[in-house]
């Protein structure tokens, strides 16, 4: 929402086709419960709607403490409806095990909600599209800490253009919610190496999590 308030707009232009959908920021604010939300998001135009076969929201505890927001989901996630379920996920999954939380205990979500095609990164329109939606999910979820798993999630949410390796291992903030900001798992499965550097924000995570008695 920040990225059109600043821009003083009070509504967003969502486009389909050639037809200019015209959704007033005020009623995404309107929504008071993630139901509501997630219905909403599932009746979106997005262009990339169209090419996907499910609109994927969401998977996990809410109420957990913990949200991690991605980037956009992969064909695996695609197929299934749930974010991270592919190689990426197994790789988070396994990482959040490495410091005792399992993947039940945490809310996973993405800055985009459908595969771009050939699992391309998401355009600039298609996230300022999501993000209304992105911000609403995140006060609706209200979580202790803001996991933001690689540099389109970090950009999009920290609204920021600093790269993700400058932004890994500082304390950052959202709206008065702790981020943990670390690289994305896919990288890290093309980069192997880094791998070390994301434990130690994991780490990270996890003392910030017992420090809020979570
Ligand atoms: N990569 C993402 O960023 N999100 C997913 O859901 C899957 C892979």
């Known amino acids: 929402m920040r ?60 109420g957990s403490g913990i949200m ?64 209304p939606y992105v911000e609403r999910h995140i006060m609706l979820v209200n979580p202790k800490i803001l996991l933001l798993l690689g540099g389109v999630a970090v950009k999009a949410v920290l609204d920021t253009s600093e790269s993700i390796s400058r932004i890994r291992g500082r304390k950052n903030e959202y709206k008065g919610i702790n981020v943990v900001a670390t690289f994305h798992p896919a990288y890290l499965l093309r980069s192997p190496g880094q791998k070390q550097v994301a434990f130690r924000d994991f780490i990270q995570l996890k003392r910030q999590l017992t420090a809020l008695h979570f």
Not at 73 to 79: N, S, V, W
Request: hydrophobic share 35%.
């Open 68 to 131: 991690v927001i991605g980037e956009a989901p992969g064909q695996e996630e695609d197929e299934q409806g749930k974010p991270f379920v592919g190689q990426s996920g197994q790789l988070l999954d396994n990482m959040l095990k490495a410091v005792g939380i399992k993947r039940s205990d945490v809310y996973i979500s993405n800055v985009v909600f459908w595969r771009p095609p050939g699992n391309r990164t998401p355009s600039v329109d298609e996230i300022a599209m999501c993000m």
């Open 3 to 62: 990225w059109y308030k600043h821009f003083g707009l009070d509504y967003v232009f969502l486009r389909h086709d050639c037809n200019i959908q015209q959704v007033p920021l005020s009623s995404i604010s309107h929504f008071s419960n993630l139901d509501d939300l997630r219905r909403a998001i599932c009746e979106l135009n997005c262009p990339l709607r169209r090419m996907s076969k499910n609109t994927v929201i969401s998977d996990g505890s809410p």
